[in-house]
């Protein structure tokens, strides 16, 4: 009951839309086709800067000490590459996403030539 009432409801709105932009002189676009069966997306809410979670996951702060231990011995931050290698992760992007979320909680920042270094001032946890 309630997925046909949400079909209604939109199939409503496109008609406006088309109606309103009609009146505009515009070219109205024909939406996609509705399925009632198929899932609709449900947007989610902004998060703002400020609001972002500043706790460090337990994976996170063993990339950080892999970052650590690999700076020590080699004189550089390792590459996306060596982090995903050395965790076993398939994918290198898997990698990025823990270096930047570590960069976005103040841990690790860019240097100079765009390269990573471990950040100058300690986080407060």
Same mark, same amino acid.
């Given at each position: 009951?309630?997925?046909?009432? %949400? ?7 496109? +008609?406006?839309? =088309?109606? *309103?932009?009609? /009146?505009?002189?515009?070219? $109205? *676009?024909?939406? @996609? *086709?509705?399925?009632?069966?198929? @899932? ?20 996170? /702060?063993?990339? /950080?000490?892999?970052?650590? +231990?690999? /700076? ?7 590459? $996306? &590459? ?6 076993? &992760?398939?994918?290198? %992007?898997?990698?990025? %996403? =823990? ?7 103040? $841990? ?11 950040? =100058? ?5």
């Amino acid at each position: 009951m309630a997925v046909e009432v %949400d079909f209604e409801i939109r199939a409503m709105c496109q +008609d406006a839309n =088309r109606i *309103a932009a009609r /009146l505009r002189g515009e070219k $109205y *676009a024909k939406p @996609r *086709a509705i399925n009632p069966m198929k @899932r609709q997306r449900v947007a989610k809410p902004a998060v703002k800067p400020q609001e972002r979670k500043r706790e460090v996951t337990e994976v996170q /702060l063993e990339v /950080l000490a892999f970052m650590r +231990d690999f /700076l020590g011995r080699n004189d550089l931050i390792p590459p $996306y &590459w060596k982090i995903a290698e050395h965790f076993g &992760w398939r994918s290198i %992007d898997t990698a990025r %996403d =823990r270096v930047v979320a570590l960069a976005q909680k103040g $841990y690790i920042e860019r240097n100079e030539i765009g390269g990573w270094r471990l950040a =100058r001032k300690e986080v407060e946890a």
